[in-house]
């Protein structure tokens, strides 16, 4: 069966539900270990790349204990700062802020995976359903996911 692009991005929106917050992280994770190196900021819309670029040095800054915290308070939809920024931004831009937070831990400025981890069953499943998707799939797949997460956008002047 082949997927269009508008269902592989309907079935990334309802894809982690199922994943408790921090192996939905680790899915992030291990889809950009396996597709990244595929993933570039044109893919991703280059005026995302930018806007995302900030919130993602605010990120940068903290301790890796904070970085974490916020990483789950955003998948989580905590309604606090971070989380009200990131639910503020296009999905695209969303997109490129977890590419960028992946580059970030593959660098070691944001908080790496525990070398332990192990992705449960269903999260190794969702991964084995976006890796035999085509690439735009995947991409579509993605921006399904990450769309959901954050939290509204505070009225006003405030975030």
Do not use: C
Request: aromatic share 8%; proline share 5%; charged share 20%.
């Amino acid at each position: 069966m082949t997927v269009t692009n508008a269902s592989a991005y309907d079935q990334g929106k309802e894809a982690l539900q199922g994943l408790n917050v921090d192996d939905q992280l680790a899915l992030l994770w291990f889809v950009y270990k396996k597709v990244g190196s595929s993933i570039t900021p044109p893919a991703l819309g280059a005026s995302g790349v930018d806007i995302a670029q900030g919130l993602f040095n605010q990120v940068k800054e903290l301790s890796h204990e904070v970085q974490l915290q916020v990483q789950r308070d955003i998948a989580g939809k905590k309604d606090v700062r971070f989380s009200r920024q990131y639910g503020s931004l296009s999905p695209e831009t969303k997109l490129a802020f977890w590419y960028l937070l992946a580059e970030g831990m593959e660098k070691g400025t944001i908080i790496p995976m525990p070398p332990d981890y192990e992705l449960p069953q269903q999260g190794k499943d969702l991964l084995e359903r976006i890796e035999g998707l085509e690439f735009n799939q995947q991409i579509d797949f993605l921006r399904g996911a990450v769309l959901p997460m954050g939290a509204e956008a505070a009225g006003g002047s405030e975030i």
